[in-house]
């Protein structure tokens, strides 16, 4: 699964990356436009992200591109700075600077994000599109598809924005909506229609919605979609128009103190979005796999150098076309890629083309992305977890919703923390291998108390535990034990343990852990066992030190 550019699932990635190109495109130029850019700043940046991230990333099915929460940074930089060229030179040296946190492993804080604010913030960016693409779904296109603030450089903010909108409803847009979202619903229900994998839904329905209108224009009608509720693309008509899509840095702007301050924001800011987005990545995909944050870091350094190089705009991983990638059945990187390489082709060879699509047809797509990232059933689950998981959950989808992403998971995380101190949490340790002999059976005691904190440690010992051993975790001893612990345990065991081929038990865990104990498994064995193995194993430390 982790080769470079395996095909074996093109059936699967092709699709997938066509979605994610129909979803990405309005988003680059809105982010763009949004950033007080040029407009082709944020295709450079989304072709990088697909081309060069996604074949360095070990991420399988994250996208990266221009964000929309770096847009109020750049738009001040460039403002600050006085010259675009100034703030390309900042973005290359924030891309050195996410390179050297890669270098020093600074991503291996992604494991210290607890999941109950990593869907918090999921469900919140979820809310966030559903209220950004009402407008667009019926043709009141003011803000550009890349603001996801909810206040408004126009002064108002979504709800005035959704008032305004629903008294001056576009007729043709609404109903391109509506037949695009009943194509895209009914493409995942009707059998025949699921079978073909490699025409998705998406795109059907964009081609609809051009068919549409143009039938409108033919025949003269007032439901015909104007220019202004179009994609718009700038047309490459000559060698000239070509050449004037690239900017490059001014490398007088070393010694200008404000360009690396400049820099260091863009670095740490992006750097933090990434390892969210990555972690976020990580829970909704389905096949349970761990991206390196490390690697990622390094990645998005190399991605956002070589963007700020040739005129882009400073780059992330996203949620919004990394959810998208997932949803449309993403199995590998490839898929990535493919978005990456149809963003660079399609602006060069039929950009007239793409200006015909409207833009409620690309909302269509989005609102649907955005319910099931903002499920009602992803609130009724973690309402059901009690207090301590469902405070930080909501009160992070509110902040991420109303002030913004980063300030919405660190209110969540003070929140999480804060639920850790009274809870008294204690250290939890992890095993000392001394010897491990063919035969042998690996203990790992829980203890008494295992909170998020213990994620990371206990992954990376999940992760090296040896092919084809024997492992038994006890949880006889512990009161309390974090969601994320038991999602980890749970999903190694019904993943992990299987491609590893290790003979995985479970015991000692309580009703509410909601984790199965293995029924061949006695305490009375389990101690003999554990006698007669010798594998002397505690709680101590992770295998780091081994490895």
């Not at 700020?308 to 449309?328: C, E, F, K």
């Not at 309580?510 to 709680?539: P, Y």
Request: charged share 15%; with cysteine; net charge neutral.
């Amino acid at each position: 699964m982790n080769n470079f550019l395996s095909f074996k699932f093109i059936k699967n990635d092709f699709p997938s990356g066509l979605v994610v190109f129909l979803v990405a495109l309005p988003l680059c130029l809105g982010i763009a436009l949004a950033s007080g850019a040029p407009l082709f700043a944020g295709v450079i940046s989304g072709i990088i992200g697909g081309l060069v991230v996604g074949s360095l990333s070990n991420s399988q099915v994250s996208v990266s591109g221009p964000a929309a929460g770096l847009t109020a940074i750049v738009l001040t930089a460039i403002t600050t700075l006085g010259s675009y060229e100034l703030f390309l030179l900042a973005v290359v040296l924030a891309g050195v600077l996410q390179f050297i946190l890669g270098i020093v492993k600074a991503g291996t804080i992604s494991n210290y994000f607890p999941n109950n604010v990593i869907e918090g913030m999921l469900a919140g960016i979820g809310v966030i599109i559903f209220l950004k693409q009402i407008p667009h779904a019926i043709g009141y296109d003011k803000d550009a598809e890349g603001d996801f603030f909810f206040e408004e450089k126009s002064g108002g903010n979504s709800f005035t924005s959704l008032i305004s909108a629903f008294e001056s409803i576009h007729l043709g847009a609404t109903i391109i909506t509506a037949v695009a979202l009943m194509i895209l619903i009914l493409w995942d229900k009707i059998p025949f229609l699921k079978k073909l994998k490699l025409v998705p839904g998406a795109l059907v329905a964009v081609i609809s919605g051009i068919i549409l209108n143009n039938i409108f224009v033919a025949l003269g009608s007032s439901l015909a979609v104007q220019t202004e509720h179009l994609v718009t693309l700038p047309v490459v008509k000559s060698l000239a128009d070509f050449n004037s899509i690239f900017v490059f840095p001014d490398f007088t702007g070393l010694s200008n103190s404000n360009v690396w301050l400049t820099a260091a924001t863009i670095a740490v800011v992006a750097s933090i979005e990434t390892l969210l987005c990555i972690e976020a990545g990580d829970r909704m995909d389905v096949y349970k796999r761990y991206s390196n944050p490390n690697r990622e870091l390094r990645a998005q350094g190399i991605g956002n150098l070589l963007s700020g190089l040739i005129g882009g705009l400073p780059m992330t991983s996203v949620v919004v076309r990394t959810s998208a990638n997932i949803n449309s059945g993403a199995r590998t990187k490839l898929s990535t890629i493919i978005h990456g390489s149809m963003l660079l082709i399609s602006v060069m060879l039929i950009p007239s083309l793409l200006n015909q699509i409207p833009l409620a047809t690309l909302a269509a797509i989005l609102l649907l992305i955005g319910y099931k990232l903002a499920s009602p059933d992803k609130v009724k689950h973690f309402w059901a977890q009690g207090v301590y998981q469902f405070l930080p959950f909501i009160v992070t989808l509110l902040a991420v919703v109303f002030i913004d992403l980063l300030k919405g998971v660190a209110i969540g995380m003070t929140i999480s923390f804060i639920f850790i101190l009274i809870g008294n949490a204690k250290k939890a340790y992890f095993f000392k291998r001394e010897t491990y002999h063919d035969g042998d059976v690996i203990h790992i005691d829980l203890a008494q108390e295992v909170s998020f904190l213990n994620k990371a440690a206990i992954k990376m010992t999940l992760q090296n535990l040896p092919e084809n051993s024997k492992v038994i975790i006890d949880a006889s001893n512990s009161i309390y034990i974090a969601h994320d612990v038991l999602d980890l345990i749970r999903e190694f065991k019904e993943y992990g343990a299987v491609s590893k081929n290790i003979d995985f038990g479970l015991i000692g865990f309580d009703k509410h852990h909601n984790v199965e104990n293995s029924d061949d498994l006695s305490k009375n064995v389990w101690v003999e066992d554990r006698t007669q193995t010798g594998s002397n194993i505690e709680l101590l430390e992770t295998l780091t030190k081994e490895k």
